[in-house]
């Protein structure tokens, strides 16, 4: 049976100031919409279930992120994960340059959570905090081309 990856969602506390640190980073909206009803509660599994989302594309249109700001039942809020939780882990991506892309990060309040690593001369790579609690890869490839 073949497979594909179709995107990753992700619920966030505020949809506007996470969909402002992708686009930021690159990606682009594809659309955005509200769900409610008996389908959602079906697909999901949950009653009543009412949320604004978005869907965003990378630029080289492989990747997608789906984010959801759920307005019921009330989203409830975790400790943000650590890298060494069982569970959805981070979001990665590949940046052309990663000072840049932590500049960027940093007009968010996002930071790294230790600093940038170099990857065996290969990547130059940090771990970002990121809206939400998510944790955001964004890795250099040192060796272009």
């Not at 009412?50 to 249109?61: E, F, S, V, W, Y």
Request: with cysteine.
């Amino acid at each position: 049976m073949p497979i594909k990856l179709e995107n990753v969602a992700i619920a966030v506390r505020d949809l506007e100031e996470t969909i402002a640190f992708f686009t930021d980073l690159g990606l682009t909206v594809l659309g955005r919409d509200e769900v409610s009803g008996e389908w959602t509660d079906t697909a999901v599994g949950l009653d009543g279930n009412h949320a604004k989302i978005a869907m965003l594309q990378t630029p080289d249109g492989h990747g997608r992120l789906e984010l959801f700001e759920y307005l019921h039942p009330d989203a409830i809020e975790t400790d943000p994960t650590r890298p060494n939780e069982i569970g959805m882990h981070r979001v990665a991506f590949s940046v052309d340059d990663i000072d840049e892309a932590l500049a960027i990060a940093a007009k968010h309040g996002c930071h790294p959570l230790r600093g940038v690593a170099t990857y065996e001369d290969v990547y130059k790579l940090t771990y970002v905090r990121g809206p939400s609690g998510i944790i955001v890869m964004l890795a250099e490839e040192l060796r272009k081309g």
